[in-house]
């Protein structure tokens, strides 16, 4: 039996689904990971063939990710609990790495409803006993909050909640700025929220958006189905309640980077914002 189908095998007594491409494995695959199927190397390519520097997408996602983690756990504001939503599968630099190296307390609870993430995620990520992995649907929000995993941060003290590359695989119908606001609602005053989220930039560059409206087709149209390119404005209403901390919702290369710009930012990767807020 070949690799393919021997995974096949396995991902299915997993109750993993082959014959359709997971958000977890074609974002880990962008990022160089190996625990993909061929129906996400055909998402892959098809979004690669409009923007090649695809990969580097998902690479300053990660990086923006590390820096947010690395500022907020760090002496600067020192927190020590993150609720890592759509935490995706484990690959190079995770939440609880950054976390307990800059505040070795800190306790990281990862969420996904993502079969092989629970498969094959749970034992790499539950690394110590600070580390834990719950599966749950984040469109859910009292149901992933009482989950016995979520239930070891205290929500006495301020947390982090972090929704990094997720929401933009939720569709309108389901509402995101109105679970956005339970989610906010739960957490106690001085938390923080991160998010990511595909962006649109409709006239403000419009090569942009024409590239936004194609990638959107593509995701949304492949085994994969969900993609949602929004604009400023929508991203801002998942921070309803919040403070955006400096510099507010930006590309992720101007959020805080860590040195002076090397290489030309590309089209595709500016097509994505993010943004720190504060619960007064
Ligand atoms: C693009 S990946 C991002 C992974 C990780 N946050 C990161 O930035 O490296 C999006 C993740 O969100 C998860 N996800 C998508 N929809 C979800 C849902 N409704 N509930 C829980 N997780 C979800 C996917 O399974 C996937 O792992």
Redesign the pocket.
């Known amino acids: 039996m070949d690799f393919e189908a021997e995974a096949a095998d396995v991902g299915a007594a997993a109750g993993i689904d082959t014959s359709k491409a997971?958000?977890?494995r074609?974002?880990?695959l962008f990022?160089g990971g190996k625990d993909n199927f061929a129906v996400d190397r055909e998402v892959y390519e098809t979004i690669q063939a409009v923007a090649p520097q695809g990969d580097e997408v998902?690479k300053s996602?990660?990086r923006w990710?590390n820096r947010v983690v690395r500022h907020l756990a760090g002496f600067e504001v020192g927190i020590d609990q993150f609720l890592?939503?759509?935490?995706?599968?484990p690959?190079a630099e995770?939440t609880h790495e950054i976390a307990q190296r800059h505040n070795p307390d800190s306790t990281v609870v990862y969420?996904?409803?993502?079969a092989?993430?629970a498969a094959y995620g749970r034992a790499l990520m539950e690394e110590n006993d600070r580390t834990h992995f719950a599966t749950?649907?984040?469109?859910?929000p009292a149901g992933?909050l009482a989950a016995p995993q979520v239930a070891r941060l205290d929500f006495q003290r301020p947390l982090v909640l972090?929704?990094?590359?997720?929401l933009?695989?939720?569709d309108d119908e389901?509402d995101p700025a109105r679970f956005m606001k339970r989610y906010v609602d739960a957490l106690p005053p001085g938390s923080y929220v991160a998010i990511?989220h595909w962006w649109d930039p409709g006239e403000e560059l419009p090569e942009g958006h024409r590239m936004a409206r194609e990638l959107e087709q593509r995701w949304r149209e492949s085994s994969m189905g969900?993609g949602r390119y929004r604009t400023r404005e929508e991203i801002t209403e998942f921070f309803a309640g919040l403070e955006l901390v400096e510099p507010g919702l930006v590309e992720l290369n101007d959020w805080w980077p860590d040195g002076p710009r090397i290489r030309e930012t590309s089209l595709v990767e500016r097509l994505i914002l993010g943004g720190v807020a504060r619960k007064p």
Not at 84 to 89: A, P, Q, T
């Open positions: 997971s958000i977890a074609v974002y880990d990022l998902a996602i990660r990710l890592d939503v759509g935490s995706g599968l690959t995770n969420v996904d409803n993502d092989t993430v749950a649907d984040l469109r859910d992933l972090i929704q990094c590359a997720t933009h695989h939720i389901d990511s969900s």
